[in-house]
């Protein structure tokens, strides 16, 4: 398993990392262990959570992830073997502390109920879950409006979260931070705010990267690349698009359309792209999921891609794009088919 390094911290993760979003709610207690032990025996030492899973998020079933997690390391007494990471609510969820929006005293609660769950005194990386400002992730790229935003005030709360992430890795609580669902503004103002303060740096980004949504090759990867904010790609197969199970409308038991009733990820642009991945893919004997996963972790900017899975079944594929190097041939048949389809979603 390659290694890299998260920002300029010197912690040292798997190039894969371990996603657990489903357990609580997909998966049982006993379906989350047997992937971990999974993950641990392929070598990984990274696992990625937060206090909104399982999901979808609900009072019912938010932070059953954490909890999951945490009775695995009180079994298993192996939290020293992790790097783990976690992340506070961005705002606006309705239940999460009533919906209110990331800052300094909402940090101190909802770690310390991370904390709690986990059954660990620190979390590796500490996340903000999503931009509460407003951004273009999700489905929320048509009708993104950053001209509403009052800058004022969105500085203002960025400086009370870091103010308080230094205060808490200073205590041990955290080692390193990062933000999910950013943009590259936002995070020029995380860095500008703790070099100006000497508050802690952010050492990573989790944003979803796969064929079908590439935002993050042009000014995220200028900034990535200068400032050592290190991607860490979820969503490498669309959420199960990329596999081609999806495909002509179909809903497979248990799949994650099946389960959250609904995919925004399946319109005629992203079949017609799939198809053409998949025949790609066919055309080289490769496995579709492999390639996928193998393309997002060939990519300069990415520090390590997160693969979650349903059943362990699913996760024996994900794993084994472990050990794929793409060949030339088909990163220059993966480079033409997104020219043809830039934004598929």
């Given at each position: 398993?390659?290694?890299?390094?998260?920002?300029?911290?010197?912690?040292?993760?798997?190039d894969?990392?371990?996603?657990?979003?489903?357990?609580?709610?997909?998966?049982?207690?006993?379906?989350?262990?047997?992937?971990?032990?999974?993950?641990?025996?392929?070598?990984?030492?990274?696992?990625?959570?937060?206090?909104?899973?399982?999901?979808?998020?609900?009072?019912?079933?938010?932070?059953?992830?954490?909890?999951i997690?945490?009775?695995w390391?009180?079994?298993?007494?192996?939290?020293?073997?992790?790097?783990l990471?976690?992340?506070?609510?961005?705002?606006?969820?309705?239940?999460?502390?009533?919906?209110?929006?990331?800052?300094?005293p909402?940090?101190?609660?909802?770690?310390?109920?991370?904390?709690?769950?986990?059954?660990?005194?620190y979390i590796?990386?500490?996340?903000i879950?999503?931009?509460?400002?407003?951004?273009?992730?999700?489905?929320n790229?048509?009708?993104?409006?950053?001209?509403?935003?009052?800058?004022?005030?969105?500085?203002?709360?960025?400086?009370?979260?870091?103010?308080?992430?230094?205060?808490?890795?200073?205590?041990?609580?955290?080692?390193?931070?990062g933000?999910?669902?950013?943009?590259?503004?936002?995070?020029?103002?995380?860095?500008?705010?703790?070099?100006?303060?000497?508050l802690?740096?952010?050492?990573?980004?989790?944003?979803?990267?796969?064929?079908?949504?590439?935002?993050?090759?042009?000014?995220?990867?200028?900034?990535?690349?200068?400032?050592?904010?290190?991607?860490?790609?979820?969503?490498?197969?669309?959420?199960?698009?990329?596999?081609?199970?999806?495909?002509?409308?179909?809903?497979?038991?248990?799949?994650r359309?099946?389960?959250?009733?609904?995919?925004?990820?399946?319109?005629?642009?992203?079949?017609?792209?799939?198809?053409?991945?998949?025949?790609?893919?066919?055309?080289?004997?490769?496995?579709?999921?492999?390639?996928?996963?193998?393309?997002?972790?060939?990519?300069?900017?990415?520090?390590?891609?997160i693969?979650?899975?349903?059943?362990?079944?699913?996760?024996?594929?994900?794993?084994?794009?472990?050990?794929?190097?793409?060949?030339?041939?088909?990163?220059?048949?993966?480079d033409?088919?997104?020219?043809?389809?830039?934004?598929?979603?």
């Open positions: 398993m390659d290694m890299k390094t998260l920002g300029r911290t010197g912690i040292a993760v798997t894969i990392c371990l996603g657990t979003m489903t357990w609580g709610s997909q998966n049982t207690q006993d379906e989350g262990h047997a992937q971990i032990a999974m993950a641990r025996d392929a070598g990984i030492n990274f696992m990625d959570t937060a206090e909104l899973y399982a999901v979808p998020g609900s009072p019912e079933t938010s932070g059953r992830t954490e909890e997690i945490g009775n390391f009180a079994a298993n007494n192996d939290r020293d073997k992790w790097v990471a976690s992340k506070i609510g961005g705002g606006g969820n309705g239940f999460l502390r009533s919906g209110r929006r990331a800052d300094g909402s940090l101190r609660e909802a770690l310390d109920g991370s904390l709690k769950r986990l059954k660990t005194d590796d990386l500490y996340q879950h999503w931009a509460s400002r407003g951004h273009y992730h999700f489905e790229y048509w009708r993104y409006a950053p001209e509403k935003q009052e800058t004022a005030d969105v500085l203002a709360n960025l400086e009370d979260m870091l103010d308080v992430l230094g205060d808490l890795v200073k205590v041990g609580k955290i080692r390193a931070i933000v999910s669902n950013e943009t590259t503004w936002g995070i020029s103002q995380w860095l500008r705010i703790a070099e100006a303060k000497g802690p740096r952010l050492a990573s980004v989790q944003n979803e990267y796969n064929f079908l949504r590439r935002l993050f090759d042009h000014d995220l990867a200028e900034l990535s690349h200068h400032e050592d904010v290190g991607l860490l790609a979820y969503s490498p197969l669309a959420a199960g698009m990329l596999t081609g199970k999806y495909l002509e409308g179909a809903n497979p038991k248990g799949s359309k099946d389960y959250q009733k609904g995919f925004w990820r399946q319109n005629e642009f992203s079949e017609a792209a799939t198809r053409e991945y998949l025949a790609l893919a066919k055309a080289h004997g490769l496995d579709p999921a492999h390639m996928a996963i193998a393309f997002c972790r060939s990519r300069p900017f990415t520090t390590s891609t693969i979650g899975a349903t059943s362990t079944e699913q996760l024996a594929v994900n794993l084994g794009a472990k050990d794929l190097t793409l060949s030339p041939d088909v990163l220059a048949g993966i033409a088919i997104y020219r043809r389809h830039p934004r598929p979603l």
